[in-house]
């Protein structure tokens, strides 16, 4: 079956202590792709790729939203993600986990699963391949990791030491697009992963940069947008090739 280019999901959360008092449920979820919104006692419906209720868990999100971009990196072929909702809605859960997606397996979000089957592929992709170069061949992938902060229309590195608390615009990374339509910020620093775990290391250092504010609904919340970019290159070399 074909994969639309632009695919929208809609999340609902269960409810949460810092909700208060809980009434009537104004979200539900008719089916897997039908959402039904009460407003003022009038019911709505809504057509998204795909609804999960407040019952649905990691796994399924997963394996619906972020499983098929793993295989199109590794064709070659660019893929995004992006979570999108007010301050508790879930997104930091949905996209790590609980604390980070480092402790609870069965809890982990979208990113610790797809890094970690990235990698599994990668390690089953470079034995293939050198199996079928032979010993004289080269076959090698590269993973590196970039972590952008967007802040009042500027855009900063969170992997390149503190990032000062003003946020002045002087400090921010010029965006550049290169020859082939690549938008990328100049002097961001890239670092070479080999591994989820390092991967999540990396993340949790750079999200200890981010601003954040105190909130109603959490202590730190961010007050910005994080971009995290990973970047997968294969370089390969068969015994028939001359130097």
Partial sequence: ?????????????????????????????LDDTTLEATCEGA??????????????????????????LVDAVLSGTNGCIFA????G???????????GGRKKAS?????????AELFRRIARLEAEAKAAIGAGGFSAFEVRASFLEV????????????????????????????TDGRVY?????????????????????GARSRATAATGVHAHSSRSHALLILA?????????EKD
């Fill in 43 to 68: 019911p709505k419906q809504f057509i998204f790729d795909r609804v999960f209720g407040p019952e649905s868990a990691q796994q399924e999100v997963y394996t619906s939203c972020a499983a098929h």
């Fill in 1 to 29: 079956m074909a994969v639309s280019p632009l695919r929208v999901a809609v999340r609902i959360r269960p409810t949460q202590p810092h909700d208060g008092k809980a009434g009537e449920p104004v979200l539900s979820a």
């Fill in 151 to 178: 802040y009042c229309e500027n855009t900063f590195d969170l992997l390149n030491g503190p990032v000062s608390a003003s946020r002045e615009p002087s400090a921010a990374c010029a965006l550049r697009e290169a």
């Fill in 107 to 115: 809890q982990d979000g979208v990113l610790p699963r797809a890094a």
């Fill in 185 to 205: 910020a100049e002097g961001a620093q890239e670092e070479k992963i080999k591994s989820c775990e390092q991967l999540l290391e990396v993340v949790a250092a």
């Fill in 89 to 99: 809605a879930g997104k930091t859960h949905s996209m790590l986990g609980p604390e």
């Fill in 84 to 87: 999108f909702g007010c301050t």
């Fill in 232 to 240: 997968v290159e294969h370089r390969w070399r068969s015994v028939e």
